[in-house]
């Protein structure tokens, strides 16, 4: 990965490789393997979702031991979506000058925490719309 | 009166009236002392009884006649019934189709005593199908037999009769028999229970007896003059057991039992056998030397193996019946558990297929959708709200930050100048002026709310497209998961459903495959049961075959020896006459085997399957051979050369055409042991006929080809339908109409 300090720009970030902890990478894989899902970026992108809805800041990962996923993989190839993804990792960490690497390590710990809530809420479960049903559950407890 | 011997000249056939009425007032009941005290009277008359002579009837007498109409009250499985049999002349087959145990035997059995009442049963032949020992037939018997056939659940009600009546087109116009039967509390039904009617004419009058003549005599005489004698019985009504064991006995049995049939040599057989118990009970003194005694051992031997091969028998045939009644029951089974057609199933198939394709391209649009919607779902509202308007300030800025303002305030004040009429210029500069500076307070608050810092890479980029993506997914979120789920959940539910249905299907064809097996079994065993019943039928016809000629040569010595000892009491009269009954039996049968063996020939001919015979011919000894158009006898070279039970339809067909009389028939399931070639034979035989033909059918045996081979010669139907009642009680209703799947 090109690590360097400048100031965060989209451009950069869709480019960018991110991965998470070998643990919470094993675990996207078991997931994505057991709901069968076709991509890599879909269970980390509902992980990452479960991860934004605690106030708190994620922990580092202990590693990075990961399989690496490019920004506009993990985000979208549309820029907006790209772009709202980034502002909403950006208003969570509440950071001004936030450099790339800095959001880099932000997504991984993210995904790590977000992974580990995920596979705790799906355990058992064998198909997508029953995955759903569970993380809708978890969404009502939210709203409620 | 009775036309036995009725040409005889010198007034001695009265005599033989007199005992054969004699016969019919006492015989039947168990004590036979009345019987032979009344001979005693008979033969103390000075008679030379060697030179009485029984002279047949002339064969051709009963005059074709045929069933119009037959209700049945109370009797056996029908509450009421009523058949409509008149139909056009070139329609004379009535069809009457129902399954086992419906009714169809009670129809056959209906027709037998209701016609001829007790002498139906006494008068039963050793074809016979009563159960009883048809060798000594009582009244108890007949009185049984009406008890049982009593319809129950009527008598339960409260009804105490049951009655048969049957009206006839004969010769001598419409005729009419209704008898009934009433019963006591008890279910017990006597001898004077019974009522006979005769009606005749359009006007149905009454038939009533002339002073001198006892009724039920003048009755029966009555019903054998326009109907048929009784002993023509089995050629009227018949079913397939009785053709079985009609077709077990050699054809010159079978022959001969058909002449003295038509001749109604049975009545003077029974006679006979009567005179000989006369004898022997009023000659009892008469000790019996070593030849008679060596006969009677043999008798005895051959007596007990006989009774031991019946046992067999019986044996035998209370394990078929269960077992039959299980078929029957199995086979309607199977045509319950239905299947589906292969049309069905194949539709179902592709059913199943497109909800498995629909089901996995909903999941795919719900895993899309989700993993790009469910996001705005699962964080929280507070920070998508403050994300909604870091955007919205974002994408002012960014049009501020483009020169849109000064653009926009350029525009305002040109169209100031522009307006109608046109304004003063000192006017329209004071307003220029009050607008720049309105202008620039409204910016400059825009400008004091610039882009949240940390969101600093969102300059140079398009905000507003990322701020409506947000807001039209927190919209749209919720509704379009919940509507992908809804419908995942539609097919999956719809899946299931097919799912249990394809498992009740498979359950059903498991049953069926089960049931199937179990008939296999049964049909095996069923096979193997008639091959053994076969086998003792045979093996007890041989024994009466060799019992038969040692009682004659037993009857004859003590015959013999008697006359020779003992003169002048009523048993050497009986004895006397009975040899000159015999001897006029034996020199009269011969005179008809011509005619029986040319009706034989035809019938035969057009039942049988190999057309290699071309001639039936009964010899003086009553020997039938089958000759083939060479002349030679087939029976000499080919074992199989008969096809027995066809010999005996054509035996029951050539009888009951003797004389050009054509009777009508009645035929109890025709056509169940037959095979395909010789069921179209058969029944193209009966229905050719111009007599009346009624079948009385099983649905699965005339049917498709068969119903279309005989359809134009219907000239009505009818169906019996068992309606059950709960509690194992039930009872036969009777419908129009042959069954439905007649053309299937």
């Known amino acids: 990965m090109n690590q360097t300090s400048s100031a965060l720009q989209i451009g950069d970030i869709a480019r960018a490789d991110f991965r998470t902890s070998f643990a919470a990478d094993s675990e996207n894989s078991r997931i994505q393997k057991s709901l069968s899902l076709p991509f890599r970026y879909q269970p980390a992108r509902l992980a990452l979702s479960l991860s934004l809805r605690i106030l708190s800041q994620p922990s580092p990962i202990p590693d990075s031991g990961g399989r690496s996923i490019k920004g506009d993989t993990l985000f979208g190839q549309d820029e907006a979506d790209l772009t709202l993804w980034i502002a909403l990792i950006v208003q969570h960490g509440g950071q001004s000058g936030l450099s790339r690497r800095a959001f880099q390590d932000l997504v991984a710990a993210h995904w790590a925490r977000g992974m580990e809530i995920f596979s705790h809420l799906i355990s058992g479960v064998t198909t997508i719309e029953e995955a759903f049903t569970c993380l809708l559950k978890e969404t009502h407890s939210i709203e409620a | 009166m009775s036309e036995q011997g009725s040409n005889e000249k010198g007034g001695v056939t009265r005599w033989l009236d007199l005992l054969v009425s004699a016969r019919h007032l006492h015989g039947a009941s168990g004590n036979r ?159 004077e229970d019974e009522e006979l009617v005769l009606r005749i004419g359009e006007d149905r009058h009454i038939l009533s007896p002339p002073n001198d003549v006892p009724s039920a005599d003048f009755a029966f005489f009555e019903i054998e003059r ?31 039992f058909g002449i003295e049939s038509a001749l109604g040599v049975a009545t003077i057989r029974a006679l006979l056998q009567d005179l000989s118990d006369y004898a022997r009970d009023r000659g009892k003194d008469v000790i019996a030397d070593g030849a008679e005694a060596a006969l009677s051992s043999q008798i005895e031997a051959l007596s007990v193996e006989l009774t031991s091969t019946r046992r067999a028998l019986d044996s035998v045939e209370s394990e078929l019946d269960p077992l039959r009644r299980r078929r029957d029951e199995i086979v309607k089974s199977i045509g319950s558990v239905g299947d589906g057609t292969y049309q ?261 001919r057009s039942l049988a399957h190999k057309g290699v015979v071309e001639t039936v011919t009964i010899a003086e000894d009553g020997n039938v051979s089958l000759l083939d158009s060479a002349g030679r006898n087939l029976r000499e070279t080919d074992a199989s050369a008969g096809e027995n039970q066809i010999f005996a339809m054509a035996l029951i067909a050539a009888v009951s055409s003797l004389g050009g009389r054509s009777l009508p028939l009645v035929i109890d399931t025709p056509l169940g042991r037959l095979d395909t070639a010789h069921r179209e034979r058969v029944l193209d035989y009966f229905v050719r006929r111009e007599s009346q033909t009624i079948l009385l059918s099983q649905p699965e045996e005339v049917y498709g080809q068969y119903y279309e081979q005989i359809s134009h010669r219907i000239g009505s139907e009818y169906r019996l339908l068992y309606r059950s009642e709960g509690g194992g009680l039930g009872e036969t209703i009777v419908e129009k109409g042959y069954f439905l799947r007649k053309a299937a």
Do not use: C
């Not at chain 2, 049984?144 to 009804?159: L, Y």
């Not at chain 2, 004698?229 to 010159?252: K, M, N, T, Y």
């Open chain 2, 33 to 191: 002392r009345r019987l032979f005290n009344r001979f005693d009277e008979i033969f103390a008359s000075p008679v030379d009884w060697a030179t009485l002579v029984w002279s047949p009837k002339t064969i051709g007498v009963p005059s074709p006649f045929r069933f119009k109409r037959i209700h049945l009250h109370n009797w056996k499985v029908f509450d009421q019934a009523d058949f409509d049999l008149a139909s056009e002349l070139d329609r004379p087959v009535a069809l009457i189709g129902g399954n086992n145990g419906n009714g169809k035997t009670s129809i056959l059995e209906a027709l037998a005593l209701g016609i001829y009442g007790i002498r139906a049963h006494l008068d039963r032949s050793r074809f016979g199908r009563e159960n009883s020992d048809p060798s000594n037939p009582k009244r108890s018997d007949y009185n049984e037999t009406i008890e049982r056939a009593m319809h129950r659940q009527a008598f339960e009600r409260g009804d105490r009769d049951m009655s048969v009546s049957i009206k006839l087109d004969t010769e001598d116009g419409p005729f009419e028999i209704e008898r009934r039967w009433y019963f006591g509390d008890d279910g017990s039904f006597v001898e």
């Open chain 2, 226 to 256: 326009r109907v048929a004698p009784v002993s023509l019985l089995p050629f009227l009504l018949f079913d397939g057991e009785q053709i079985r064991r009609l077709a077990q006995s050699e054809l010159g049995e079978q022959v001969r």
């Open chain 2, 344 to 604: 069905e199933r194949h539709s179902d198939l592709e059913l199943r297929k497109k909800l498995e394709t629909d089901l996995q391209t909903a999941r795919h649009d719900l895993l899309v959708a989700g993993v790009r919607l469910l996001p705005f779902l699962l964080m929280p509202a507070s920070l998508l709200d403050q994300v909604e308007r870091a955007l919205e300030a974002a994408a002012h800025s960014t049009n501020l930050s483009k020169g849109e303002d000064v653009r926009m305030l350029r525009e305002l004040i040109s169209a100031l100048e522009t307006t109608q009429p046109p304004l003063p210029a000192k006017t329209l500069a004071d307003m220029a002026r009050r607008t720049e500076e309105a202008w620039k307070i409204s910016i400059g608050a825009f400008r004091e709310a610039p882009t949240n810092p940390i969101h600093g890479y969102l300059k140079g980029h398009d905000a507003r497209r990322v701020h409506d993506l947000i807001e039209e997914s927190r919209s749209s979120a919720r509704r379009e998961i919940d509507k992908m789920t809804r419908r995942i959940a539609d097919v999956t539910a719809a899946i299931a459903h097919m799912d249990q249905q394809e498992e009740q299907r498979e359950r059903a064809e498991k049953d069926r495959r089960e049931l199937v097996q179990e008939l296999d079994g049964a049909t095996g065993r069923i096979a193997d049961l008639e091959a053994q019943r076969r086998h003792l039928d045979q093996a007890a016809g041989k024994l009466l075959g060799q019992i038969e000629p040692l009682q004659q040569d037993l009857t004859r010595r003590k015959g013999l020896r008697r006359s020779i000892g003992h003169g002048g009491t009523g048993a050497d009269a009986a004895r006397t006459l009975i040899n000159a009954l015999h001897e006029s039996i034996r020199s009269a049968m011969p005179k008809h085997y011509d005619e029986l063996a040319i009706a034989l020939t035809e019938a035969y």
